[in-house]
């Protein structure tokens, strides 16, 4: 993404959305990151995951798994790319002769919050995953209680519903649908490329 963050600043927060779709679906096409179900950001490389290092060149440097909230947090942090392991509260472990990170869900909602409203959020993350763990959790964590309140009223929606119904119309989440994990990853692309084509074909909104 050619911006600075300076550029990036002076944008409305639609456009900013825009552009980080624009910036997700361009990664995803190139492969640089696997679209996964039940993570946000997880990687194993082998070399040593240190606290000061940046996010961001770690995903850079390794490919990475994501869901479709955490493909487009990839794409935030190459502009915003300040965000450390340490920042991050990322949990890191040694494997075998691998290190693994895996980013947890608190930083990403704050963070993303700057420029997604949590309501969208959760419809973005309901239409790849099937539910919502920011739903999920709307009556048990500790969210200020503006955003509690629509994310409850969000539940009840139809919004909710068709992004459910969205999420069908591209993966079969139906046992024994696809033999091969390649038909299951190839299924989840398609899945991740259409939501985000959504968000930059409605100028910002993830609109189901």
Known sequence: MSI????????????Q????????LARLSAGAFIPTQGIFI????????????????????????ACAMGGLFISYLNIKNGLTVRDAGADRWGIANAMVFDLKWEV????MMEIFDVTQMALIECAFEGWSSLLERSITTTYDSVHRGKLI?????EAFEKAREFRRRYFNSSWGAYETATEVR???TK????????????????LP
């Open 191 to 206: 899945l991740m490329e259409a939501i985000l084509i959504n968000i930059i074909e409605h100028d910002g909104e993830f």
């Open 153 to 157: 009223e969000l539940r009840r929606s």
């Open 17 to 24: 959305r825009v552009l980080i779709a624009q910036d997700a």
């Open 42 to 65: 997880h990687l194993e490389t082998t070399e040593r995951i240190l606290s000061d290092d940046k996010v961001i060149g770690l995903v850079n440097k390794n490919k990475c798994e």
């Open 186 to 188: 190839a299924a989840r």
């Open 108 to 111: 990403l909602l704050k963070r």
């Open 4 to 15: 600075s963050l300076e550029e990036f600043n002076k944008l409305l927060p639609n456009q």
